[in-house]
């Protein structure tokens, strides 16, 4: 399974990968100017790398994982994630929804779609989530 994995993983790079996963990068060195928005940029960097190799990995409530609430799986993770969505989530949601209408239009390209979708989702509330590879949950 992981040579399947990785070739997907290489498509994925070179077909789309690569620029979204340098969008959230950016929007993460973007959270880093004000000191308030670190650990919005904390949360980028972790999830840029999800989407530059998406493929045997999930985003997971902390909560599930830590197996205790930090400051980001409870109401104030909530108030950032709504803060996030409306100033940087929603463009980074149209980009990758924008990529996985054009990987669906093509056949070929489903797989990767999917996970622009799932990477989309990921947009609405990355705060309090964390990337653990797929055999660990």
């Given at each position: 399974m992981s040579v399947f994995r990785l070739i997907f993983n290489?498509?994925?790079?070179?077909?789309?990968?690569f620029v979204m996963g340098l969008l959230w990068w950016l929007a993460g060195i973007l959270c880093f100017v004000?000191?308030?928005?670190?650990p919005f940029g904390?949360?980028?960097?972790?999830?840029?790398?999800?989407?530059?190799?998406?493929?045997?990995q999930d985003a997971v409530n902390?909560?599930?994982v830590n197996r205790f609430d930090d400051i980001g799986t409870g109401t104030v993770g909530t108030l950032g994630n709504i803060i996030w969505f409306l100033l940087v989530g929603i463009w980074l949601a149209l980009g990758h929804i924008g990529y996985a209408i054009a990987c669906f239009?093509?056949?070929?390209?489903i797989p990767f779609g999917i996970q622009h979708l799932k990477l989309a989702l990921l947009t609405l509330a990355p705060i309090g989530k964390t990337v653990v590879p797929r055999h660990a949950i």
């Amino acid at each position: 399974m992981s040579v399947f994995r990785l070739i997907f993983n290489i498509l994925w790079f070179v077909l789309g990968g690569f620029v979204m996963g340098l969008l959230w990068w950016l929007a993460g060195i973007l959270c880093f100017v004000s000191i308030i928005g670190i650990p919005f940029g904390r949360s980028c960097f972790v999830i840029g790398e999800m989407a530059f190799w998406p493929f045997g990995q999930d985003a997971v409530n902390r909560r599930y994982v830590n197996r205790f609430d930090d400051i980001g799986t409870g109401t104030v993770g909530t108030l950032g994630n709504i803060i996030w969505f409306l100033l940087v989530g929603i463009w980074l949601a149209l980009g990758h929804i924008g990529y996985a209408i054009a990987c669906f239009i093509s056949i070929i390209g489903i797989p990767f779609g999917i996970q622009h979708l799932k990477l989309a989702l990921l947009t609405l509330a990355p705060i309090g989530k964390t990337v653990v590879p797929r055999h660990a949950i």
